[in-house]
């Protein structure tokens, strides 16, 4: 079964150091999402890929963060400082074709703890 | 605006008994709603969706949920839990009259199946 695959799994970092999260969505999915996920909430969209253009980044803090999907296939998202505040799960979904009734489907998400 | 509410933090439920985890949302048209299943430091894996159609939906590992409009609801359940079914469940709206197709997620509900 075709997984979305995320790395690295865990990330440590002390704060003012810049981080980069990597993401490879299920073969074929021209959709991809980037999500944060504080302990004890539900995760919360930060950005959305249609290929390689961004849907929607309204939530996107882009004075530290930034993302890409050069080629529409991976995506790379980056926290440039990192902040104490940013520890949470980075989790990367992807969906077939952004339909709005597509489902999403997620890594396993990378742990980022910033010290 | 676009909202889930999942009212219990904590399920406790013994192994072989009937579970029921509650979802409630709120959107100004017809919802698209989904749960999703988050087992220790991973991703989200998709249970079921409702879009469209029959009121009861099935989904994976015995799993289903019945939406109900007018109170404006939409509980997951499952006959007989298992031990296995212990996790943190999360709740998932979608207001397809909005552009961007991102998820609104509540804040989970703990389960825990006793032996």
């Known amino acids: 079964e075709a997984e979305v695959a995320q790395s690295p799994r865990y990330k440590i970092t002390e704060k003012s150091q810049a981080v980069a999260f990597w993401c490879d969505p299920i073969?074929?999915?021209?959709?991809l999402y980037w999500y944060r996920q504080i302990l004890g909430q539900g995760p919360e969209l930060l950005v959305q890929f249609q290929d390689e253009s961004v849907v929607d980044d309204s939530q996107l803090p882009k004075d530290r963060f930034s993302a890409e999907r050069l080629k529409g296939v991976d995506s790379t998202l980056k926290i440039q400082p990192a902040e104490l505040g940013d520890s949470a799960m980075y989790l990367c979904?992807?969906?077939?074709?952004?339909?709005?009734?597509?489902?999403?489907?997620f890594g396993p998400g990378t742990r980022l703890t910033v010290l | 605006a676009q909202s889930v509410a999942q009212p219990e933090d904590q399920v406790n439920v013994a192994e072989g008994n009937p579970l029921t985890v509650k979802c409630t949302y709120s959107v100004s048209g017809n919802p698209y709603l989904f749960w999703y299943v988050q087992y220790p430091n991973r991703g989200l894996q998709f249970l079921l969706k409702y879009i469209t159609g029959d009121n009861l939906v099935k989904g994976s590992y015995g799993f289903e949920a019945e939406f109900n409009k007018s109170q404006t609801s939409f509980h997951l359940k499952k006959p007989s839990a298992l031990v296995s079914d212990s996790a943190l469940y999360f709740c998932a709206v979608r207001d397809p009259r909005v552009g961007a197709n991102n998820l609104f997620f509540g804040t989970g509900t703990r389960l825990t199946v006793i032996p």
């Open positions: 979904a992807s969906s077939l074709d952004g339909a709005n009734t597509d489902t999403q489907y």
């Open positions: 073969s074929g999915h021209a959709t």
